[in-house]
């Protein structure tokens, strides 16, 4: 097993910049995501690290050794193909077999690895079978068995799960991860669904059109998102950006959100009269039924019961934002919430360029 | 609603039954002939049911002076135009379907311009080019020429099937070990290869039924269609019709053999 490097990895088809300039270092047993919106470059960057794309600059490492200019036959990588790829002329047996006879792996030691592979992906009674007599779902675990059983350095998976149902889906993601805590595996995996990127990855980085926008573990990207994309992208629902303007007050710069005030803490110059974004998340505004010094009211809109929690619209002036309450809280639209935005849980955002500004180490201020 | 949907499944089938006719009839026909008696093409009313059967007439046909060695000769040009056209053929529908490259649009029309060609002003200098080059009256003059107008089709239909066949195939058997031939080798081929098999039976057809060049290009060494032409005005009747069941045969088994294969030629030509 090996971790993956990427310096300056560049990619053009045509006049199209696919990938602009990538630097990535991938840890050495990681379950790393690649997570941005469909276009965003995400499948070319795992071909180009599995060699199936050649880059236009730029350098790949796996482990210590340089894999640029390589086939994808001598990375020693494995791949798992968004439409699986399972070879139609070839019983599931032959199909997860195929790789390791194209090592001129002995005939026995095939038998033994193919029915450990069947057997951590529950294929074993579907070895006889052609792929046109399974379902998605076994198609999909036939293509996973197939590049598990090459034992490869890493083993990159493009969307594996995004052709199956919402159930087999969720069930699909927990073997994922079961499997790479039982094989320990560097594993890069790209999807467009934020929830199977939080859920299985140990980090995730974020793409979009071709550049990566921030990489952190799931939390840091969820809690402390580097861009107002990452922010709007990560989460159910969004993170709320709401938009006000830097003013001089007594004690310093203060934010001015449609009639109100809200001291900053930033650690980042800020100038009077720039205009920024106040993000928070829907679950971290603590709301009030009652006025109280430093709320701001809010008119609810929409009342939406998910069970787990009412999802309620409302809006501060002409801003809309999303917020959660305990489930049978009274509430009902056209009613009045009080709302305060605890200065922790605050992201501020430059809202011209939609770069987060650092906040003050707590205790600084 | 119901009425309508009724008069219309009528016309339909009407439509449809009509057609055969046309197609079969004659077919029908030609067949009756060939294996009634001798007689029977000039009894008038002409029998329209086998009820006298007899092998007498393709007997004659067969065992006329030249038939054999025809027959011969066009086995030989058909076998001849399928391996050379799929040798030829094949990598260009690989080609097409698999890489991009600059003027591949032009490439795919181009290839279907040179049917625009009409033989008949090709013909003498082919001809000329022939008797310089020695192969005049051979078979692999014809060979050539009808690999030549069979290319075309073989490219298409064979670009269509490897249009069939996913990249992804190829790609997940090279990241599991294989170059790009092995690769190609172990899973395009394959897959490839029941529809270039109806490539192949198509080309076979095509020689075995082309006339004009074949009548050009040899004087001896005829193939069954140039020497059945050119025989047939000096013919009795009966003879005629031996020789066009024995014509239209093997072209009607191996057509529907392949007909499935030909609605994938018409889908990409028609884009
Ligand atoms: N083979 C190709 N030829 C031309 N453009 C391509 C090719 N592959 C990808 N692209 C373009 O590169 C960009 C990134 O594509 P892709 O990596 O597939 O995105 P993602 O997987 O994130 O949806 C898109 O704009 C896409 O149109
Ligand atoms: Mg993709």
Redesign the interface.
Same mark, same amino acid.
């Given at each position: 097993m090996a971790g993956v490097r990427l310096e300056g990895v560049r990619k053009t088809f045509g006049k199209v910049v696919a990938l602009r300039e990538i630097s990535l270092t991938v840890e050495d047993g990681e379950f790393f995501v690649l997570l941005g919106p469909s276009g965003c470059g995400k499948t070319t960057l795992l071909r180009c690290i599995a060699g199936l794309e050649r880059v236009d600059r730029g350098r790949i490492f796996i482990g210590n050794r340089e894999v640029t200019g390589l086939p994808p036959r001598r990375r020693n990588i494995a791949m798992v193909f968004q439409s699986y790829a399972v070879f139609p002329h070839m019983k599931v047996y032959d199909n997860i077999a195929f790789g390791l006879r194209m090592r001129r792996v002995p005939e026995a030691e095939v038998r033994r690895r193919v029915e450990r592979a069947a057997g951590m992906l529950q294929l074993e009674g579907l070895l006889d079978r052609y792929p046109a007599q399974l379902s998605g779902g076994q198609r999909q675990r036939v293509a996973v068995a197939r590049a598990l059983v090459m034992q490869p350095e890493v083993l990159l998976m493009d969307e594996p799960l995004s052709n199956l149902d919402a159930l087999l889906r969720l069930h699909a993601r927990a073997e994922l991860k079961r499997l790479h805590q039982e094989t320990g595996m560097t594993i890069i995996y790209v999807t467009h669904d934020q929830v199977e990127a939080m859920s299985l990855g140990d980090r995730i980085a974020v793409m979009r059109e071709g550049e990566i926008v921030q990489v952190d573990a799931p939390m840091r990207i969820y809690e402390a998102p580097a861009t107002v994309f990452v922010g709007g992208f990560i989460g159910n629902p969004p993170m709320n950006f709401l938009q006000g303007v830097v003013e001089d007050g007594e004690g310093g710069p203060v934010f001015h959100l449609e009639g109100h005030r809200i001291p900053l803490s930033l650690a980042g110059e800020v100038s009077s009269g720039q205009q920024l974004l106040l993000g928070i998340r829907a679950e971290h505004i603590r709301v009030n039924d009652e006025s109280h010094p430093g709320a701001l009211p809010a008119e609810v809109l929409v009342v939406e019961p998910l069970g787990a929690q009412l999802l309620i619209t409302a809006r501060i002036g002409t801003q809309t934002l999303k917020l959660s309450l305990p489930p049978g809280h009274p509430v009902a639209p056209g009613q009045l919430l009080w709302l305060s935005f605890p200065a922790e849980a605050i992201r501020w955002m430059d809202a011209r360029s939609g770069r987060a500004i650092p906040a003050s180490a707590p205790g600084s201020s | 609603m119901k009425g309508r949907s009724w008069v219309g499944d009528v016309l339909w089938y009407a439509g449809a039954i009509a057609l055969a006719l046309w197609v079969l009839a004659p077919i029908y026909l030609i067949g009756l002939l060939a294996f009634s008696p001798r007689m029977a093409v000039y009894r008038w009313p002409r029998p329209l049911l086998p009820l006298e059967l007899s092998v007498e007439t393709m007997r004659f046909f067969v065992t006329a002076t030249g038939t054999l060695a025809a027959t011969w000769n066009s086995i030989v040009v058909a076998l001849f135009t399928m391996i050379l056209s799929l040798i030829l053929g094949a990598p260009a529908g690989y080609a097409l379907a698999r890489f991009f490259f600059p003027g591949r649009e032009a490439v795919r029309m181009g290839i279907l311009m040179t049917r625009m060609f009409p033989m008949a002003i090709l013909s003498i200098p082919l001809a000329v080019t022939f008797i310089r080059m020695g192969l005049y009256d051979t078979p692999w003059a014809v060979a050539l020429v009808h690999t030549a107008m069979a290319l075309p089709f073989v490219i298409l239909i064979t670009a269509s099937v490897f249009t069939a066949i996913?990249r992804? $195939?190829e790609? /997940? /058997?090279?990241? $599991?070990?294989? *170059?790009p031939l *092995?690769a190609f080798l172990r899973?395009s081929l394959?897959?490839a290869l029941p529809g270039l098999a109806a490539a192949a039976l198509f080309t076979f057809v095509i020689s075995w039924n082309e006339v004009f060049a074949a009548a050009i290009l040899t004087l001896r060494q005829r193939t069954l269609p140039a020497l059945v032409i050119t025989v047939l005005n000096e013919s009795p009747l009966y003879f005629r019709f031996a020789g066009g069941f024995f014509m239209v045969a093997p072209a009607l088994v191996i057509l529907l053999i392949i007909r499935r294969y030909l609605f994938h030629l018409w889908g990409v030509s028609g884009r």
């Open positions: - | 996913p992804d $195939l790609e /997940a /058997a090279m990241t $599991l070990g294989c *170059s *092995s899973i394959p897959l």
